[in-house]
């Protein structure tokens, strides 16, 4: 039996799960009074205008309308959120520390971690604003995200003593081991230790999350035996990780072990435990213990864990080919919330693919399409790859086209779906065709790896095709990854092809390729001995 694991399943959890390790290092657990909670500041007693001098000023602007000018940023470069903010200040906007961190953690959130810095670094530079502790482990694990390791480093080493405190420290360390610096990390973890900056079971799920990147079981068993040593309390998300170890070794009797030891010490366990032990279960084929947890997964979900549990509900019970279930999860969804957001509908047709019902797949992608707030591509190419799995190829065509019609422009993800399916039928012209779509895209979104590249260069030279191996060369220059080995593979279609050139060597030296001894010996066989 394969290690569970490793699947696609429980790999995604894990990652969501160590996302959360991370993160959690530089948030803050200090409570927050209620009127920062709405978002909007309590007035103080001193700042209190007189019934005239309110009158006379135009009325607050609702902080709510500031995050919505900077979430419509999109992609948009640095510089982007400044304006926005200086513009917003110009507006009469006087936006407060605790507001504009509400907003950091909200882009945060959704990996706009650019923008979430750039926020950050206004703060500072242009208000004058002072940095919590709380801010300072945040922004350093921004300017992680963002800069690089170097850049974080530094930025720990310039902030002032009474700053390096167990939060920043845990920043510093979270940066290490998403790195997967085992070396950095260890000697922080030992450093934070001696100088007793320790907060619950944060280092230890850290360092576990690193020593799980590095598949290094042992020493994720190490830490737990010294969390033990030391009278530390796991949490849920130890126990997340300790399953996730014990079932990349194959040890599925220790996970039920753990699950024994969690309940003797009154360890708490949240949905994302069972969700990881369902998943366990599912890649171990032990399908009533599965669906045992699943039940168990759905009874912990509380109002504040929002939508996520539920995804991970459809997910599973596709694993397990329970469609019954599937669809009453859906139910639920659409009776407990007031709207359904696209990424529940992704989840839902990411389910339904998993059964291969495209049916049912084509009746909650026509309903998304009467109901959606904004358009999300990822649904469309959802549907896509259901429809090519099937040989559907004119179905999965219109769908694209449909798109564009209402001005939705495809993206990379599009473009490898269908070229992969053409390839895979053998049909290289029209495959061809996608990657020339594919240098249309922004910013030349669109990879093509050397497996695909040897592909089509293989088949052009069997095929003595050399006009669609020129096009090919051409579009892997604009795609930026034109090499020597993508001319040789033409000098050779040309030769089979019995096709001369006389400004392939001038064209070469163009695309800046030096014009090694076998580009040469094929050069002086096409004639082109300059």
């Known amino acids: 039996m394969a290690p569970p694991a490793h699947s696609a399943g429980a790999r995604l959890l894990l990652r969501r799960l160590l996302s959360t390790v991370t993160e959690a290092a530089a948030e803050t657990t200090a409570p927050t009074a209620p009127a920062a909670a709405s978002g909007v500041a309590a007035p103080t007693a001193a700042a209190t205008p007189s019934a005239s001098a309110a009158a006379a000023k135009p009325a607050k602007k609702d902080p709510k309308l500031l995050y919505r000018r900077l979430s419509a940023l999109g992609i948009a470069g640095e510089g982007s959120v400044s304006r926005v903010l200086n513009k917003w200040v110009r507006e009469g906007g006087a936006p407060r520390s605790e507001e504009l961190v509400k907003h950091v953690k909200e882009l945060r959130k959704y990996k706009r971690h650019a923008h979430a810095l750039e926020v950050m670094d206004w703060m500072v530079n242009a208000r004058g604003m002072n940095m919590s502790i709380t801010n300072h482990a945040i922004r350093l694990d921004l300017i992680y995200k963002v800069r690089g390791l170097e850049a974080a480093e530094n930025y720990f080493a310039n902030l002032p003593d009474p700053a390096k405190n167990h939060r920043t420290y845990g920043a510093l360390l979270s940066c290490y081991c998403s790195a997967k610096m085992e070396e950095k990390a260890t000697y ?172 049912r797949m084509k009746q909650i992608y026509m309903e998304w399409e009467s ?55 053998g049909d290289m012209n029209s495959a061809l065709n996608w990657v020339e779509n594919m240098t249309k895209l922004p ?33 892997l220059r604009m795609l930026g990854c034109i090499d020597g080995k993508a001319y040789e593979s033409l000098l050779r279609t040309y030769l089979a092809a019995g096709k001369k050139s006389c400004s392939l060597r001038q064209q070469i030296k163009n695309d800046k390729i030096e014009i090694c001894y076998d580009i040469g010996k094929l050069l002086k066989r096409l004639g082109d001995e300059r």
């Open 188 to 359: 922080l973890y030992r450093q934070m230790d001696e100088l007793g900056f320790w907060s619950g079971t944060l280092p230890i799920n850290n360092l576990m999350s690193l020593y799980m990147k590095l598949d290094q079981h042992r020493k994720v068993d190490s830490l737990f035996e010294e969390m033990k040593v030391k009278n530390i309390k796991p949490d849920s998300l130890t126990c997340c990780i300790l399953m996730t170890s014990y079932a990349a070794s194959n040890k599925i009797d220790a996970i039920e072990e753990l699950l024994k030891e969690m309940v003797e010490k009154d360890v708490s366990l949240g949905w994302s435990a069972y969700s990881t032990l369902a998943s366990i279960y599912v890649n171990a084929g032990q399908v009533e213990k599965a669906e045992s947890a699943l039940k168990k997964l759905e009874g912990l979900i509380g109002a504040e864990d929002g939508r996520q549990p539920f995804d991970f509900l459809m997910s599973l019970y596709a694993s397990l080919g329970n469609l019954s279930e599937i669809n009453r999860v859906w139910d639920v969804i659409k009776a407990k919330f007031s709207t359904v957001t696209n990424i529940s509908y992704l989840g839902m047709l990411h389910a339904l693919y998993k059964l291969n019902d495209i049916d």
């Open 443 to 475: 910013k030349k979104a669109g990879k093509l790896d050397q497996d695909r590249i040897y592909k089509f260069q293989k088949y052009f030279e069997e095929h003595k095709d050399a006009d669609s191996a020129e096009r090919f060369c051409n579009c």
């Open 371 to 425: 109901n959606y707030q904004t358009y999300d591509v990822r649904l469309t190419n959802m549907m896509i790859r259901g429809h090519l799995r099937l040989g559907m190829s004119e179905e999965a065509e219109t769908l694209r086209e449909k798109a564009k019609e209402k001005g939705v422009e495809f993206d990379s993800k599009t473009c490898e779906l269908f070229l992969d399916h053409y390839m895979g039928k």
